[in-house]
């Protein structure tokens, strides 16, 4: 059993609004230079899901589920620092008040809180509805691993990740793929991953067929190679974090799916265990 201090973690609300899409510009310009008018960010997304492979749809950034925001900024980054992935989100406004749902993502740039629903729910919710999350997660410590820092998850979905105590201090988590140190891309530098996300570059076919990164899903865990995000996100060699798919493959240069970080280690004390079932969705059973 890893023992946690989750009985020292508060439980507090966070809140934000259905986000509409934006575009004040229609084009998007490709990594091969060709502009491309296409769907991304923001609203309800009804038929992209938690489970669905992130690769392959026509259009950019795209957020499965529901996307909300505050246009607070000081609100808008309470809600992306305390909102966790696996924390309980439901509906408080509209035809769809009371539905129940899970935070599946946190996205950087554009700064929203990503949220599954049931279909039957998303076709009663608009664009403007609140939605409340018991934000619970940020602080989390493994008692007996002090070196790895965990961030933006639910504690109950840390229990159903199935960890093991590994050998000479390392814990074991399965994840659906490894990524190297070169492809991250998007959102590198930046000075916290305590909220948001970066982005697998996937520009290099060669790179994405070697490492399988084509049947990325949307919720899969991936173990980051080499990557630091203790305090911010950069290159460190024998660093390891480990990471949720949160949204699509992108067209742009230096994006690609976008991984928020659930745990990080300057040292390599975090072993991946390659399981294509180590996705959210099967632990959150949505």
Known sequence: ??????????????????????????????????????????????????????????????????????????????????????????????????????????????????????????ERMCVDDKILIKAHGQGLKLIDYPDIRIMNMDPKLLTKLRIQDGDNGKIRVPVAKRVPPYLMGSGIGSSTAYNGDYDIMTADREAVEKYKLGSLKFGDLVILE?????????????????????????????????????????????EGIIDETANIANYLDI
């Open 1 to 122: 059993m890893i023992k946690t201090n989750i009985k020292n973690l508060a439980i507090q609300s966070v809140q934000g609004k259905i986000h509409h899409p934006m575009a004040s510009f229609p084009y998007r310009i490709s990594h091969e230079g060709e502009p491309n008018v296409l769907p991304a960010t923001g609203g309800i997304t009804y038929n992209v899901k938690i489970g669905d492979c992130a690769m392959g749809w026509a259009g950019d950034h795209i957020e499965p589920g529901v996307s909300i925001r505050n246009e607070d900024k000081h609100e808008n980054g309470a809600l992306n620092l305390l909102a966790c992935i696996g924390n309980e989100a439901k509906v408080i406004t509209g035809d769809g008040k009371g539905a129940k749902g899970y935070v599946t993502g946190i996205h950087g740039g554009i700064n929203h809180v990503l949220i599954y629903f049931r279909e039957e729910d998303l």
């Open 226 to 270: 080499d990557c630091d995000n203790t305090f911010g996100r950069g290159y460190l060699k024998g660093a390891v974090s480990v990471g949720v798919v949160v949204h699509s493959d992108c067209i742009k240069m230096g994006h690609g799916p976008g991984i928020t970080t659930i745990m990080t280690c300057k040292r390599d004390l975090i």
